[in-house]
T-cell receptor, first 116, second 109 residues
Framework: GAVVSQHPSWVICKSGTSVKIECRSLDFQATTMFWYRQFPKQSLMLMATSNEGSKATYEQGVEKDKFLINHASLTLSTLTVTSAHPEDSSFYIC????????????FGQGTRLTVV | GQQLNQSPQSMFIQEGEDVSMNCTSS?????WLWYKQDPGEGPVLLIALYKAGELTSNGRLTAQFGITRKDSFLNISASIPSDVGIYFCAGQGAQKLVFGQGTRLTINP
């Protein structure tokens, strides 16, 4: 399968600071990437859809000014958690699709964010 | 909105036993996917189903896409310790993946 690399795998930051998470498609071009959030023992919750060269589409209830998404190239999307608070602590996962017709989505390894 | 109901939520089995889990939906999906997630990792794609009624195998895993496109099951035969994890079904909508709640599989050696 295709490889999606997410970095960092874990990060601890102080409350009020910002954290950037990178998602890269290593062996394919991804016009669309997705960002999920997962709380312990729960399923994945879609936060936003990241489209290369255009603004991200956010799910209802997700603050776009707090979770900044940039998809500047066909192989890289970034999620920046701005002014992080302890309640932002979670497992963040990205995924990417190969092309528009292939609906198989491949996931990154996830990033464990802890805000102290 | 679209929802997937996945069952059972958890399973405790002996090594070597067969496992079966399923998902149902109130909506029709064109594609159904099964993923496995290990602790602290992202989901890994196990099987993708594209056609109604399709039965697909991947080693000891077998999955079928329901005729109505509203359900799917995943079977694991002769379970081994590395099968431990959380299994998610996912339906591909127009743009997004819709996930089930997950089935947590625990295996007693």
């Amino acid at each position: 399968g295709a490889v999606v690399s997410q970095h960092p795998s874990w990060v601890i930051c102080k409350s009020g600071t910002s954290v950037k998470i990178e998602c890269r498609s290593l062996d394919f071009q991804a016009t669309t990437m997705f960002w999920y959030r997962q709380f312990p023992k729960q399923s994945l919750m879609l936060m936003a859809t990241s489209n290369e060269g255009s603004k991200a589409t956010y799910e209802q209830g997700v603050e776009k000014d707090k979770f900044l998404i940039n998809h500047a190239s066909l192989t890289l999307s970034t999620l920046t958690v701005t002014s992080a608070h302890p309640e932002d602590s979670s497992f963040y996962i990205c995924s990417a699709r190969i092309g528009a017709r292939n609906t198989e989505a491949f996931f990154g390894q996830g990033t464990r964010l802890t805000v102290v | 909105g679209q929802q997937l109901n996945q069952s059972p939520q958890s399973m405790f089995i002996q090594e070597g036993e067969d496992v079966s889990m399923n998902c149902t939906s109130s909506s029709i999906f064109n594609t159904w996917l099964w993923y496995k997630q290990d602790p602290g990792e992202g989901p890994v794609l196990l099987i993708a189903l594209y056609k109604a009624g399709e039965l697909t195998s991947n080693g000891r895993l077998t999955a079928q896409f329901g005729i109505t496109r509203k359900d799917s099951f995943l079977n694991i035969s002769a379970s081994i310790p590395s099968d431990v994890g959380i299994y998610f079904c996912a339906g591909q909508g127009a743009q997004k993946l819709v996930f089930g709640q997950g089935t947590r599989l625990t295996i007693n050696p």
